[in-house]
């Protein structure tokens, strides 16, 4: 006989694949039910935080990866279960499939969206019926350089406001009013080299509808300085209100409509993000020195 799969060996290669079929099929019942779920249930964001994060189809880095997320892209938790200490359950609105798929990933390769800080110390929790208009004529450049250490940011910026370290990664925070808003500054330091800086709108407003307003604003700005960005989209997870102007804020706040847009400007690659989820909206600038971008996680 020439060679070929022996019973034993052909029955296990039937239960692999069996197995991987099973598993995709029940995965994809998940993210039918997780769909149809998600007008009640509003999800938890996360922020793709390394060059880029495999979802798999199992809590395990062996198991098949269903889609690669680059950095930058925003993830939704499924599931508050953690698996395996370390795993959670995600999905991720796929604009280039067209589609919604399902996975899970190990945390570390992930930022929580919304920054954890002293809520007492950075904001009143008021929320504005009329927000103070963003005055785009007070023009901002950040006092830095990447590579600086957290000394040299020390000497300019002052004492941070709350300072966190996971590893290699160091982040520095500071509240700053910035073109007539109120602002969190986040400095990240790796291997005691400033590699990126957020910034997180600290204002609360009650009409969602400012925060978009808000958005459009600033990213007509840095297209009038920067040019066209290389990346622009608006994300709908439900249309119900795409054709309605006037309730895109509600949207917003439920996590059904997202805003994305990016430059690349010299050694430095901005990035703007309008998101939210129960009612909370997030919308982040962040600036990264392209030259680290492929080496840190935070």
Not at 151 to 168: N, T, Y
Not at 182 to 195: A, D
Not at 258 to 266: A, Q
């Amino acid at each position: 006989m020439g060679k070929g799969f022996r019973g034993k060996e052909f029955r296990e290669m039937i239960r692999v694949i069996y197995s991987v079929n099973l598993k995709r099929l029940i995965l994809f019942f998940a993210v039918i039910v997780l769909i149809g779920g998600l007008a009640q249930a509003q999800a938890k964001k996360y922020l793709v935080a390394v060059p880029e994060a495999n979802l798999h189809l199992e809590p395990d880095e062996k198991s098949p990866v269903v889609i690669s997320v680059p950095a930058g892209e925003v993830l939704a938790q499924a599931s508050a279960v953690r698996f395996r200490h370390d795993w959670i359950f995600v999905y991720y609105i796929s604009s280039e499939k067209g589609k919604t798929l399902a996975g899970y990933v190990q945390e570390q390769m992930l930022r929580k969206l919304f920054p954890e800080v002293n809520s007492i110390m950075i904001s009143s929790g008021e929320q504005e019926e009329k927000p103070p208009e963003l005055n785009l004529e007070e023009k901002y450049e950040p006092p830095i350089y990447w590579g600086m250490n957290q000394q040299k940011i020390q000497e300019i910026e002052g004492r941070p406001l709350a300072q966190d370290r996971s590893g290699e990664t160091e982040v520095y925070q500071y509240r700053r009013q910035i073109m007539n808003k109120q602002c969190l500054i986040e400095y990240i330091f790796w291997r005691n080299e400033l590699v990126s800086a957020r910034f997180h709108l600290l204002d609360n407003y009650t009409d969602n509808n400012y925060y978009i307003a808000d958005y459009l604003k600033i990213k007509n700005y840095l297209a009038n300085r920067f040019g066209q960005p290389i990346n622009d989209r608006v994300l709908w997870l439900d249309t119900t209100y795409q054709n309605k102007n006037q309730y895109w804020g509600k949207a917003l706040g439920s996590g059904q409509l997202e805003f994305h847009s990016s430059w690349v400007v010299g050694d430095t690659e901005v990035a703007l993000l309008l998101t939210g989820y129960n009612n909370h909206v997030a919308f982040t600038a962040e600036c990264i020195g392209t030259k680290y971008k492929s080496f840190f996680s935070n």
